[in-house]
């Protein structure tokens, strides 16, 4: 399965354009021949020229989507074979560290990567065999575009190949590995044939270009400039530990009281977030437009006591979506606290562009904590909301 290919020609010379203006300006960063690409400028001038949707705000595997197909973007500088980072697993540390056995370890870094593909397959509605990577490799006055799937790791045939101080290199009988225990991070073997040359002219003096150029080079995303404000929302409870309660927030539907439907939920607004933003929403059940990862809308609203529930129109359309096609559970199945651990997520950003348009996207384990340290300080709350 390839993308680039794929795509009309007229994208792809809009592509291979952009990769050359950005890069003939290399030595704005770098005084070598080899062309330097910021991987946020990749992100953003692949979306402009596919018209893709761009994922960097989520926190998940995918980097950007084009109607059935998600994509990894990489860049990095061209060798034969070289070992790139591909996860991270800060937040799960203490889990693999008091994992007992190396294959144990392995197995269980394995683990967690594969249900992060499964959770970013599901954030943007494709299908687990639709997922690859597209990178862009830097040599001498050049980039080479490669591509290749973006395996999950065959758990049934792990093997240890090498075990040296703070790293272990293994193969799933496919690719090979390595896992960084200091770093808590995993690398993936790339061996790649190009299947596009692109041939790029370093300016010497790129001010110069620059002002004689400046409405060429205009590529920085629009699409950042209309958000108005940003909040983070916890998808779990304050309240002692961590956990998600079982009869409120994304479990409500175990709720007592009336009959309720299976995927009736809501995300918890803090009261605090209230006290600090109290216009970033509309007023209660005011609906409003709430964006999705997978490029849909559903329709929202505040509602509950306090504005302390964000909901959708119908009640179902969230926890369809967040609870059956994002974390994969079951009807009638409680959602913890060690699920989304799992999954790596536990809080959503919230971006708003009018009050009538919002978008929402999956954040890292911690996300709301370290929101609520930089924003939030000292600001009184005596009761923090579900």
């Known amino acids: 399965m390839l993308f680039f290919e794929n795509q009309s020609d007229e994208e792809k010379k809009r592509y291979e354009k952009l990769l050359q203006i950005i890069c003939s300006l290399s030595r704005l960063s770098s005084d070598s021949d080899i062309p330097y690409l910021y991987y946020r400028m990749a992100e953003n001038i692949f979306c402009k020229a596919f ?48 994992t007992p056995t190396e294959i144990e370890k392995i197995k269980m870094v394995s683990k967690l990567r594969n249900k992060r593909l499964q959770i970013s397959s599901n954030i943007c509605n494709v299908k687990e065999n639709d997922i690859l990577y597209h990178c862009v490799l830097r040599a001498k006055d050049k980039l080479l575009i490669c591509e290749q799937e973006m395996p999950y790791i065959n758990m049934e045939h792990i093997d240890i190949i090498s075990s040296k101080d703070n790293t272990i290199l293994f ?30 002219k370093i300016y010497d003096d790129p001010y110069k270009a620059l002002e004689e150029c400046f409405e060429t080079v205009r590529y920085v995303s629009e699409t950042q400039n209309l958000i108005i ?48 933003f109290p ?71 919230i971006d708003k562009f009018s009050d009538e348009t919002y978008v929402i996207n999956f954040k ?9 340290a930089k924003e939030l300080q000292g600001i009184e709350a005596d009761i923090m909301d579900e």
């Not at 009988?173 to 040359?197: A, C, H, Q, V």
């Not at 129109?313 to 913890?336: F, I, K, Q, Y």
């Not at 890292?364 to 609520?372: I, S, V």
Request: glycine content about 6%.
């Open 171 to 200: 193969n799933d009988g496919i690719n090979d590995y390595m896992f960084n225990f200091s770093k808590s991070t995993l690398y993936k073997r790339f061996s790649l044939n190009p299947i596009k040359e692109i041939p790029v």
């Open 229 to 276: 404000d940003t909040i983070y929302l916890p998808l779990y409870s304050e309240r002692g530990c961590k956990n998600v309660p079982q009869r409120s927030g994304l479990n409500q539907w175990n709720a007592h009281g009336r009959p309720r439907k299976p995927n009736e939920v809501y995300i918890p607004i803090p009261k605090i977030v209230n006290i600090k």
């Open 51 to 98: 018209s893709a949707i761009n994922l960097a705000r989520s926190n998940i595997s995918l980097d950007v989507k084009k109607e059935n197909i998600g994509i990894g973007l990489k860049t990095f500088i061209s060798k034969h074979s070289t070992l790139e980072k591909i996860a991270e697993f800060n937040k799960d540390k203490r889990l693999i560290d008091n």
């Open 279 to 349: 216009d970033f929403f509309p007023t209660r059940d005011q609906e409003f437009m709430l964006g999705i990862p997978n490029g849909s809308f559903l329709r929202a609203k505040i509602c509950q006591d306090d504005n302390k529930a964000l909901m959708t129109n119908p009640n179902s359309a969230l926890g369809e979506w967040l609870l059956r096609d994002v974390l994969g559970l079951r009807e009638n199945e409680l959602l913890t606290y060690a699920m989304l651990e799992e999954a790596g997520i536990d809080s959503v950003q």
């Open 364 to 372: 890292a384990l911690g996300a709301y904590e370290e929101f609520k």
